[in-house]
């Protein structure tokens, strides 16, 4: 095995010192740097961070959700995965049916007053509760709109129906391999307006060359710290998972970047993260039991040998 995790860890170091300071969307602020790439040879390992702990569960069963078609977090919940929370808590306590405490300017409050982020996440755990108790609830209030399940397995036709993407591209690589049309899409701007939020992964596209299949992912807009990572496992996770089904090896995972950039209240962790020596990258196990994408379940995916150092918190910019 070997060290995978250096083209993140210096891209970060690249928007550190070269970036431009922007305002954005969150009223937080960002480094940013336009246009950028990262390779990743799986046959080397697994592109887990290991300068710090990244939590493999909720990638996988994330991922797992994307691939169901899901849009609802209730899966999410059931898996104790509490990624896309913040967004469907977001369009709860904006609703008229939201009788609890003033939640005004609940983002930026929640980071800088202490009080206040307790009362916010109190209350949050307890739309979770309802969430996962609340079948009607949950529909009402837990879906996000046509985010990527939506998108990658049930794309609205202009003339009705939907279109699988993820089949369509997956008999695509076993019929015609050398296309240059094996692209998936989670860009629809009809709903973009509509959606907690837009695709930040846009799309991806697959090339098979020498018995191995490779992915490039263009991603408009990366979270470096917080969410890259978690982008960077899921796609090699998905690359694994498609090499399995078509019964081709693994081999690079392209990572372009558009808005590539690390919030200012993120500074702090990332010269922490910066100083910490990476270790070697740990295992891929896919339980050699099963081939098929719709069957893998969250014990049927494991990474071994995940060496890493510890947990570093920032907070989520919404």
């Known amino acids: ?59 996988k069963s994330e991922l797992l959700w994307f691939l169901r078609g ?7 919940l059931e898996h104790n995965n509490h990624i896309w929370d913040e967004w469907a808590f977001k369009n709860w306590i904006i609703s008229d049916e939201y009788q609890g405490p003033d939640m005004t300017d609940f983002g930026l409050r929640s980071q800088s007053d202490p009080e206040f982020n307790k009362l916010y996440q109190s209350e949050m755990k307890k739309f979770d509760q309802r969430i996962l108790d609340d079948r009607a609830f949950a529909e ?25 993407q993820i089949a369509d591209v997956i008999k695509q690589i076993k ?17 973009v307006p509509t959606s907690a939020l837009p695709p930040c992964h846009v799309m991806f596209q697959f090339y ?24 960077i496992a899921s796609y090699a996770l998905l690359l694994n998972m498609i090499a399995r089904e078509t019964g081709l090896e693994a081999g690079e995972f392209i990572h372009t970047l558009g808005d590539a950039h690390i919030y200012r209240n993120h500074f702090d962790q990332v010269k922490e993260l910066l100083s910490r020596k990476p270790y070697n990258a740990p295992k891929l196990w896919l339980n050699p039991e099963k ?19 510890g947990t570093i918190k920032a907070p989520v910019a919404v």
Do not use: C
């Open 1 to 59: 095995m070997a060290v995978l995790e250096q083209p993140y860890l210096d891209l970060l170091n690249k928007i550190m010192t070269e970036g431009h300071d922007k305002s954005d969307r969150t009223g937080t602020g960002t480094r940013s740097y336009f246009g950028a790439q990262m390779r990743f040879d799986l046959s080397q390992g697994f592109p887990l961070l290991t300068t710090k702990k990244v939590p493999f569960g909720l990638i």
């Open 70 to 76: 899901d849009t609802n977090i209730r899966f999410l």
């Open 140 to 164: 009402k209030f837990g879906n996000l709109g046509d985010v990527y399940g939506a998108q990658w397995r049930h794309w609205q036709k202009r003339d009705g129906g939907f279109i699988d």
């Open 175 to 191: 019929e015609t391999p050398d296309s240059r049309r094996m692209i998936v899409t989670a860009w629809n701007p009809e709903d």
């Open 208 to 231: 098979v060359v020498d018995g191995k299949i490779s992915v490039q992912l263009y991603q408009r807009s990366g979270d470096m710290f917080l969410g890259v990572p978690f982008n």
């Open 291 to 309: 081939e098929l994408i719709k069957d893998f379940q969250m014990n049927d995916i494991k990474v071994i040998d995940y060496m890493h150092h």
